[in-house]
């Protein structure tokens, strides 16, 4: 499960819609062809009230430029995961990262920041289930049905 906490200013993200289209572009991200189920993807727009977010000494809703930090958890998919060096993942994830920011946040010219970490798998449950392996039947099925269903554990996968 990616989980983004998108920490800003009361005057960045204030329509639905600006929500919507940043939460869209996040998931697609994650779920596109051959990704994980769309609905492991959770991303919170946490308003910070004026003069309680600072970047360093600063009050950020004392910048002329809106700040937006986005805390970004990765539990589902870690970088050892994917078929490439680690050096390389990370770098993958960083520019797919970019792309789902881009319209709400780096072509409005915001300052921005954000951090991945990468919790582990064993402590993850969605629905009550423990989530299927990667890329596995199991998770097909969850794709397919939009939601986590009961699957064999045992079965191959």
């Known amino acids: 499960m990616p989980l983004w906490n998108i920490y800003h200013t009361n005057n960045v993200f204030q329509s639905q819609d600006e929500k919507d289209a940043c939460a869209k572009d996040i998931t697609d991200f994650y779920s596109g062809p051959g990704g994980m189920p769309s609905f492991y993807v959770v991303v919170n ?3 910070m009230p004026p003069g309680s977010m600072y970047r360093g000494y600063k009050r950020v809703s004392d910048l002329d430029t809106p700040f937006v930090r986005l805390a970004i958890t990765h539990i589902h998919i870690h970088a050892k995961d994917l078929p490439m060096a680690i050096a390389e ?3 993958r994830t960083a520019k797919g990262i970019d792309k789902a920011i881009k ?3 780096i072509d409005k010219g915001y300052l921005f920041e954000y951090g991945v970490s990468e919790e582990p798998r064993e402590l993850w449950k969605v629905d009550g289930f423990v989530p299927p392996p ?3 039947e199991a998770e097909k099925l969850w794709i397919k ?5 009961p699957y064999d554990a045992k079965a191959k996968l």
Request: avoid cysteine; aromatic fraction near 18%; charged fraction near 30%.
């Open 45 to 47: 727009f946490i308003t």
């Open 145 to 149: 049905e939009g939601k986590a269903v």
């Open 89 to 91: 993942a990370y770098k």
């Open 103 to 105: 319209r709400s946040i």
């Open 134 to 136: 990667w890329k596995s």
